[in-house]
């Protein structure tokens, strides 16, 4: 079975640019989350979906930061304008039922750098 | 407050040794999961070992098992007979069902094994 994969691996943009990063999840997982962790801390949700509804975005900086699942299976999130303090690996996860006893599976990871 | 307290930023145990990480939460759920997460350098994310609050025997997988104290809401991760690759950051998780599931992270024990 396919893990969670995401693209770009590594982005090096500067301030106030644009970026965008994808995920798809394992086949067949309804719930799709996107996390922040900056360097030294843990990881942080930012959106969290389930199959194309948003279930929770509640630490989403909506001003800058936008996510997408519009067909229920892969997902975007965009940052528009970046800066500096958006430097952080940005982990996308997901699970096929939505449980306290299940473990989310993670993808590799996109690092971003913003100069 | 903190959902997920590690106490210890870093730990060196020497090769083939026991060593111990500490994890306490604080939830007032009655059904939540507990999780351990190994992240090396490369930054993928990689599930140990889950817990959950009704199991009264505690966790084991492989060299890995989690000793867990309900009263005192307690999750220390052992892991035995360490090897030079388990030097990572490892970070323990919740998942409550009051708060829809979602994933809370302490913020992570940097291990290193020493030859």
């Known amino acids: 079975e396919a893990g969670v994969a995401q693209s770009p691996r590594y982005k090096i943009i500067e301030k106030r640019q644009s970026v965008a990063f994808w995920c798809n999840p394992i086949?067949?997982?309804?719930?799709l989350y996107w996390y922040q962790q900056i360097l030294g801390q843990g990881p942080k949700l930012l959106i969290q979906f389930q199959n194309n509804g948003v279930v929770d975005d509640s630490q989403l900086p909506k001003d800058r930061f936008s996510a997408e699942r519009l067909k229920g299976v892969d997902s975007t999130l965009k940052i528009q304008p970046a800066k500096l303090e958006d430097s952080a690996v940005y982990l996308c996860?997901?699970?096929?039922?939505?449980?306290?006893?299940?473990?989310?599976?993670f993808g590799p990871g996109t690092r971003l750098l913003v100069l | 407050a903190q959902k997920i307290t590690q106490t210890q930023p870093g730990m060196f145990v020497q090769e083939k040794e026991a060593v111990t990480l500490d994890c306490t939460y604080d939830?007032?759920?009655?059904?939540?999961?507990l999780f351990w997460y190994k992240q090396p350098s490369s930054g993928e994310m990689i599930f140990l070992i889950y817990q959950g609050s009704y199991d009264e025997q505690n966790a084991t997988e492989g060299r890995y098992s989690l000793n867990f104290q309900k009263a005192r809401k307690s999750a220390n991760l052992v892991i035995s007979a360490s090897q030079l690759g388990d030097s990572a950051m490892y970070f323990c998780a919740m998942r409550e069902r009051s708060s829809a599931r979602q994933l809370t992270f302490g913020s992570g024990t940097q291990l290193t094994v020493l030859p």
């Open positions: 939830t007032s759920d009655q059904s939540y999961g």
């Open positions: 086949s067949g997982h309804a719930t």
């Open positions: 996860a997901s699970n096929p039922r939505d449980t306290e006893q299940e473990t989310q599976y």
